[in-house]
């Protein structure tokens, strides 16, 4: 007799488990698919010691009748797909049929389900993959399933669980995935029978978010309006440009109503975000994707974690243009609601009695520059928005330090207006509601960098170096765009002896080169000479400088502008020609710096993604100062 032998189905579960059950989240992650696929308008998740001790997942969804109930806990039973074609279009969460059964045989496990209109539900029992009692029961339309003690008979497998909270929070986050990716349908966390949250269906992506993420975040995230390019269709809600993470937990990304991941989108949200982000931070995201079922691939991973796409260009096309294309826009209006808190209508700005200043310009200049600022007046402007501070850190504190948010209950002097009560939420860009150059007032500047100005809203901080780089970077890529780029020629002619991958993509690129004010032409076998480099190219390594412009271009995307390209260098060109910190500026050219400023694409971040501006609202300063609480 052979040595081979068929695995029993418990055994087989067990081991098919080891893929899909990791810990207490997983056994989440698959309930609540299952109660989404099966059309629940209500899920409630109730766990007792971080999930380990028990996961009861009840929905209001379809449920089954006695033989669904009984099919759906032996492997490879699903009611999902059917056909080979029905792989290659999953419209479900689920589709692998190895859940249930995987869940089942590494717990003790209740099943009670019951579809609307029938007489009597039905209860399965099983226990470390056994059948132990199948019978009639009395629970209301909709599954519940109770997971006891999970992987009890696996002692290894317990072994690697963590601590209960350590559980609890990835079981927590499994949750919020899921409610942020369906907000049509009413979520409760209950851990050890106290409530953790609650989420009242909405249609309201934000309404969502605020109740996962807090008011704070949610009032400042941009909407991304909903569009479609090559089929992918985006939409969701994103940081404003300069708030990162440093981590990736608050970059959340669904497709189809999975949230997944894929380095390609990492990628196309940074690549969307371009200078409006820090180096090496994420974006905040609540991306949106939606494409044909069929043009992608989730049958990657037994968790389905990961998604393959059949056309990820235009998947990342489509992510990198309605990024770049909502923080432009948007930044280009008058940004209502920042940092407000709740579903709170910006409130007035309120109107402290002013302590004497303390003024470091003569009054009459200070006049002067007012009435210069007064000739923009007439332009349309961006109000100048709660930046991050700190971008690299979401601590709570120091968002909260500087970031204006208006309390609810005023002080008695600022309820005798309310302008920007009666503007919608999406109104168009409202001239009127945009700070007007006279809102302004330069008052010095502190520690030889950062000027300070009095806004309408309270303290404004502008880094005079950060908004330099802003400037000069804006006007720098205009010109690259339109003229091209200042060229110097080359006394000697470098030559360039390149891979012949890179040889082939330089030579489809030449013209681009030359736009970015690179003249090169090929010069035999796969060498490049190059007679003319950027004049502002103060590289002692032209050499190197060529090797990083190819690295760009290969790395570019099809779509983006191929002027990206040079963006990079020219970020890092204007760094070193922007005013430094300890420049004097004269207020003339402050007042010009901040003109200069105000009138970019996106002037509250430096091309590196630093705030170019801050702002201390009078509410933070009188909380500072005692004067309310
Ligand atoms: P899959 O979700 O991949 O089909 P599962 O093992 O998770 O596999 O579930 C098996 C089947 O049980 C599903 O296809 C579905 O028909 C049924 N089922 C599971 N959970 C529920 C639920 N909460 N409500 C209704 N039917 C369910
Ligand atoms: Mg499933």
Redesign the pocket.
Known sequence: MGKIRLLSDALASQVAAGEVVERPASVVK??V???L??G?STIEIAVQRGGIALIR?V?D????NRD?AL??VERH????IRTKDDLAAIG???????????IASVSKFRLA?REPGALTGTEVLINGGKMAAVKDCGEPP??Q?EVRSLFFNIPARRKFLRTENTEFSHLEQTVRVQALAHPEVRFALVRNDRLVFQLPATKDGRDRIRGLAGADLAGRLLEVPKQTHHGVTVSGFIGPPGMGRSDRKQMLTFLNGRPVEAAMLTYALREGYHTALMKGQYPVTFLFLETDPGAVDVNVHPAKREVRFHDGNSVRDAVITAVSDTLTRQMRRPVSGVGLTGAEKPMPVPVPARAEQHELIPESEQRSLRKDWSDLASVPRPSLPGIEVGSSSSSVSEERGLSPRPDPVESPETTEKAPVEEIEERAEPDIETAPKAEDFRLLGVLGKLYVLLEGKEGLVLMDQHAAHERVLFEEMRRRMETEGVPTQALLVPLTVELAPRDFDLVSQNLETLAKLGVSAEPFGGNTLKIDALPTFLKSDDPERFIHQVIDELRGASRQTSKMRLGEDMVATTVCRHAVKANDPLHSAELDKLLRDLLVCEMPYCCPHGRPTLIQISYAELERKFGRRT
């Open positions: 698959e309930l698919e299952n109660s696929d099966a629940a997942v929905d969804g379809s449920g089954m669904d099919m759906c039973a699903t009611s999902k479900t969460l689920g589709f692998r049929g190895e859940a249930l059964p995987s389900t909709g599954t399933i």
